[in-house]
């Protein structure tokens, strides 16, 4: 409705619901406003991206398209290999667009000052016509105001537009907005988005069809392959399914392969949706399993009587896969007899040990746990997922491609990781970690790694036992680095003082597990968390407990004096030494990770017994027990 057609009968000219009048910013808008701007030009990398974005899309898993960082980095990846004659094509079409940007500007301020020069008279007339009612507020009806304007007036002025129209005046701002709204008419605005706006409540056209109610489906986690089991078969099909002969209670894949010890197993989905929605935290319905051990791709099946495992890459020479995979689950250890042992345990129930059978710790290759683990700081399982493929995947060797165009990459080795820039590190979304992974490969590949990257304090840490331990985990590390020179003036002495037959040459002693904690904490990145669970993982430590926040809520409940404590690390290590006193004999590690996996959020929704309550239903009989036992009285 325009100026003209608003009829003044009443003493206040009232807008029409759902009508913003002219602001008076919006009348000093000069007429030129009105010629689109000329497009800016555009580099060579834009048009580069702009034409070939569909092809890269193309080329990439169906579950991958929609990842912009992705496919950012293989535009950028594939225009930096360009050669030189296909890059002088792409400057020249940045030239030329350049060239068509400075003759639209010509023309652009051509018009725009012949407009200028024609438009004087009718703006006036234009902007005479807008604010007719606010010309006669002088002679008595005051103008209309809308909700913008109103929301950008201070008190001191909202209160003179009350007095102006006999409202009251007193109120804070919410108060004075709430009268002004309610004499205009005005419905304000929703705060939230998320609440129905009024033009969404007003009935449809019957020419315009309605939104599907139906959300479209989520994209499955990183860790989830989506393909048909049955499609798997005609991958190595000459290689058969091997019965690794692992009774349930000894070994439970669901439980164990993808709740965050390993980064390398994929969890396929059965043909029909299960009822519950696949999680990047793992659950119980699992039952197919893909991954990546060294240079072996794995396909496992679990089954209710047992485990398979059938090869999908040619095996080498004098290769068992059982043998492989029994080394790889630790079946040395028996769980059974160990969930019977924890089961003394007040924190232990035997509502979890029933639904949560099997969780065992493996023994992965410490340079592959490393690689992963690296990039866990400040992050939650998934996305430490999503990195360790994505590192694979830019630096590691194929392995095998499965039907559908998925590749699965091996981890990187470390001359491979090593070629990776820092710049790189970023755009594939590492973030700050880029420096961890830098400085772990100049450190274990160069004889001056050292130096180059620790600070002094650490630098003099490193001796000749503490990098012997990295050698053992890391054999392709240098033999012989740059030591601190204080450190190797002390060990020259060591040796340069002759043993006698009172004091004989000490034997070599195994490495404890404080000292390979101390070893791995020397690479950049690893911390006292980090550390402790390559050592769990990888290095035979079934005692070790890593510290963290989960950590220190299971302790807490276990000793709630240790809330007392100031937080730190002194806090951390006391809440593990708490859980090694829980379990003792020596495997508190894997105690721990049945309650790890126990918290987890996908599995607090599928195990049937609450573990929560349970844990405290079943401690407080127990205590109840041990205080009739103990009080004959009672």
Known sequence: MSGQQRAVTGPVVTAPKNHKPPSKASSKVPVTSKLAQPSKARSAFTHFCKATRAAVKSSLPEGDRKDKGMVNSLLLHTFEKLDDAELRKWQEIEKKDEERYNEDVKDWNEKKRALSANSEGESAASTQQQFLPMA????????????????????????????????????????????????????????TPKRPSSSSLQTPSPNKKPKSPSKSPARPPANVLQISPSLLSSVSPSSPWIDLCIPPSELRCSVTLTTGQSFNWYSIPPPSPPSSPTSAWGNLKGSLFLGVILSHCILISETPTTTLARLLTPPPPNFSLKTFLHNYFQTEVSLSKLYVTWSCSLHFSEGLAKRLKGVRVLRQDPWETLVSFLASSNNAIPRIFKLSETIRREAGELLVELPGGRKIFSYPSLDKLGAVSIERYRELGFGYRDKFYRGTVDILSKEDGLVNNL????????????????????????????????????????????????????????????????????????????????????????????????????????????????????????????????????????????????????????????????LKIEGEEKEVQNKDKSDPTS
């Open 455 to 614: 600070n002094a304090q650490s630098y003099k840490k490193v001796t000749p036992r503490a990098w012997s331990i990295l050698r053992k985990f890391f054999p392709f590390a240098v033999e012989s680095p740059t030591l601190h020179p204080s450190v190797v003036a002390s060990s020259e002495s060591s040796e340069s003082t002759p043993s006698t037959p009172s004091a004989p040459s000490a034997p070599f002693t195994p490495f404890t597990v404080d000292e390979i904690k101390a070893a791995l904490e020397i690479l950049p990145g690893v911390g006292g968390k980090v550390a402790e669970c390559v050592a769990l993982f990888s290095c035979d430590c079934p005692d070790l407990v890593p510290a963290d926040t989960h950590v220190l809520k299971m302790a807490l409940r276990m000793d709630p004096e240790l809330s007392q404590m100031k937080p730190g690390l002194k806090q951390n290590k006391m809440a593990s030494d708490v859980i090694r006193k829980e379990f003792p004999g020596g495997y508190a590690g894997w105690a721990h990770s049945v309650l790890f996996v126990a918290e987890l959020p996908s599995f607090k929704t599928e195990v049937e017994v609450d573990v929560t309550a349970a």
């Open 136 to 191: 006669m507020s002088t002679a008595g009806p005051l103008a209309p105001l809308d909700e913008a304007t109103l929301k950008k007036m201070k008190v001191a002025e909202l209160k003179e537009e009350a007095r102006k129209r006999s409202l009251k005046v007193g109120g804070k701002k919410p108060d004075l907005l709430a009268r002004l709204y309610e004499f205009f008419n005005i419905t304000p605005t929703p705060p």
